[in-house]
């Protein structure tokens, strides 16, 4: 008796090209739960990454390796049943496949971001545009974004759901010294060293305290890296800054588990990994009060209303004696559980099998 064929979903996870990102961590974390989460459907997860990248899953693992000349000629996929976009920016669009596609918008930033020219931006939206129209099905990785795409974007009554990120962190590790060990209590964050990401407040919470501040992720504007430390000159704490450059997942581990305080005053974000990374740890977290980061941090969080000097010192310690009075740990660590990644990708199989039941 001959096995019913498996239904392929295709997953565009060639994102993962970019190692120490928001979208390569969505496209592995996600990958490896929608694996999982198919176990005991008939479906099959073929995962559309650079080959480079499947050495890190098993060795059975349905991969379908990108190539440079898939941005202009995709693959067959006459046995693709559904095809997962994973993120707006994707060169690998399937216009013109004949079965549902699910689209993930992780954010507008890019439409956002007034340093563009504005017929670049609005040459952006309307490629955003094209992709909505092309699909079955739009999902979105927070409320927030969900709402940005809805004053933009004409979704013409798709259906749609709105699928949080899981944590990437999961069970307890026995996490070796980094490479760079801070020789006194330090504050933390993380991200990419770019403008959008506002790390040039920081400096001003080492006033007044004898913190370090260590900054880790790689450095895409040097100009801006320079302005951070001309905001720390300029307040004489120079001395106690430490970029780290990109860092293992080890390193960033040991960060979170060892500083005093997490901070992310970032100005716009999809979802905002690295506040559910420090939430699993339990520890104080400052953030802005910028487009996702509220509603993902929900109470277990401290937020920056200003970048007022003074106003952030002001914020910073109160935060600071409110964890130590009232011992937040336990509620922070709580909030960090409701992100899961195999929670989100069961959340996605039962989007395809609604995409193959009606196709």
Not at 17 to 44: R, V, W
Not at 166 to 191: D, E, H, R, V
Not at 252 to 274: D, H, I, M, R, T
Not at 329 to 340: G, H, P
Request: hydrophobic share 40%; aromatic share 14%.
């Amino acid at each position: 008796m001959l096995m019913p064929v498996a239904k392929k979903i295709l997953f565009d996870a060639e994102r993962m090209k970019y190692p120490n990102t928001g979208l390569y961590h969505f496209c592995y974390q996600l990958s490896k739960a929608l694996i999982h989460a198919m176990h005991e459907t008939d479906m099959q997860l073929q995962v559309f990454g650079p080959a480079s990248c499947k050495v890190n899953f098993s060795e059975n693992t349905d991969w379908r390796p990108v190539e440079f000349w898939h941005k202009f000629l995709l693959p067959t996929a006459a046995d693709i049943s559904v095809w997962h976009t994973s993120n707006q920016d994707s060169e690998y669009f399937p216009f013109g496949f004949k079965n549902p596609i699910l689209f993930t918008i992780h954010d507008l930033n890019y439409y956002h971001d007034q340093r563009k020219p504005l017929a670049k931006r609005k040459a952006w939206l309307q490629a955003v545009q094209a992709k909505v129209n092309a699909s079955s099905y739009i999902s979105f990785i927070s409320q927030h974004t969900f709402n940005d795409v809805q004053g933009l974007i004409n979704l013409t009554n798709k259906p749609t759901a709105v699928i949080y990120n899981g944590c990437n962190i999961i069970g307890n590790y026995l996490l070796t010294n980094p490479q760079y060990q801070p020789a006194k209590p330090f504050i933390f964050s993380i991200g990419t060293i770019a403008e959008k990401k506002n790390f040039h407040v920081l400096p001003a919470l080492l006033c007044n305290n004898e913190y370090e501040l260590v900054i880790a992720g790689i450095t895409q504007q040097e100009w801006y890296k320079q302005k951070i430390m001309d905001e720390a000159i300029a307040l004489g704490v120079e001395d106690r800054i430490v970029f780290t450059g990109p860092v293992s997942e080890n390193d960033k581990q040991w960060y979170y588990a060892n500083c005093a305080a997490f901070l992310f005053p970032s100005l716009v974000e999809g979802f905002g990994l690295p506040v559910v990374e420090a939430m699993y740890f339990g520890k104080p977290i400052f953030i802005s009060n910028n487009t996702s980061l509220p509603e993902i941090g929900g109470d277990a969080v401290y937020i920056f209303n200003s970048f007022d000097l003074v106003q952030m010192q002001e914020r910073f310690n109160e935060g600071m004696k409110d964890y130590a009075i009232n011992n937040r740990v336990e509620q922070i660590k709580k909030r960090a559980q409701f992100f899961n990644w195999q929670t989100a990708a069961e959340q996605y199989v039962q989007i395809y099998q609604q995409l193959i039941a009606t196709k």
